[in-house]
T-cell receptor, first 112, second 114 residues
Framework: KAGVTQTPRYLIKTRGQQVTLSCSPI?????VSWYQQTPGQGLQFLFE???????NKGNFPGRFSGRQFSNSRSEMNVSTLELGDSALYLCASSLGPLNEQFFGPGTRLTVL | QKEVEQNSGPLSVPEGAIASLNCTYS??????FFWYRQYSGKSPELIMS????GDKEDGRFTAQLNKASQYVSLLIRDSQPSDSATYLCAVNRHSGAGSYQLTFGKGTKLSVIP
């Protein structure tokens, strides 16, 4: 069974631009969660989608948004990029809210 | 109080020894508990999950959960240099309206010395 895939793997953007990251979950998984990982803050929860509905959102500004499609694939968008948005963005999929989450390889975003 | 706390380490153990990693959590309503291993530059990899009090063993790994003490641990027996990584404790807690949120500790860096 194929794992979680994320595209692109690396991105370099400049301040003020926007970016869209994509995540394809493991086949059969309907829950997709997004996390931001930085050396100082660790892994921080962004949001979770299940059956195209955002069920949970972390403490991030409104510049961070996401969506999930009917095939469970998910995208997250960051608008008006700031230097502090440089991080590893991780997507994880699971069967349901209490089940094990499996991570994709991540997208490394660098904001210049 | 932080929601999920781990000793940041580094924790150094000799090859062949037992490595003991600990984690405490603040939300008594937490339902499920996980240990992830993360190598430098890679994404977290799930190594253990535990849902009820007691021990759960999988190969060289044993997870221990004590809900009364709000404590979860991971033991790695016969530690190998390839076990050198950061270990993340994650706790799935209720976040309202039937939803749950996986909250991570900041991780313990383990170094196994040959």
């Amino acid at each position: 069974k194929a794992g979680v895939t994320q595209t692109p793997r690396y991105l370099i953007k400049t301040r003020g631009q926007q970016v869209t990251l994509s995540c394809s979950p493991i086949s059969g998984h309907r829950s997709v969660s997004w996390y931001q990982q930085t050396p100082g803050q660790g892994l921080q929860f962004l949001f979770e989608y299940f059956s195209e509905t955002q069920r949970n959102k972390g403490n991030f500004p409104g510049r961070f948004s996401g969506r999930q499609f009917s095939n469970s694939r998910s995208e997250m968008n960051v608008s008006t990029l700031e230097l502090g948005d440089s991080a590893l963005y991780l997507c994880a999929s699971s069967l349901g809210p209490l089940n094990e989450q499996f991570f994709g390889p991540g997208t490394r975003l660098t904001v210049l | 109080q932080k929601e999920v706390e781990q000793n940041s380490g580094p924790l150094s153990v000799p090859e062949g020894a037992i490595a003991s990693l600990n984690c405490t959590y603040s939300d008594r309503g937490s339902q499920s508990f996980f240990w992830y291993r993360q190598y430098s530059g890679k994404s977290p990899e799930l190594i253990m999950s535990i849902y009820s009090n007691g021990d759960k063993e999988d190969g060289r790994f044993t997870a221990q959960l004590n809900k009364a003490s709000q404590y979860v641990s991971l033991l790695i027996r016969d530690s190998q240099p390839s076990d050198s990584a950061t270990y993340l404790c994650a706790v799935n807690r209720h976040s309202g309206a039937g939803s749950y949120q996986l909250t991570f500790g900041k991780g313990t860096k383990l170094s196994v010395i040959p």
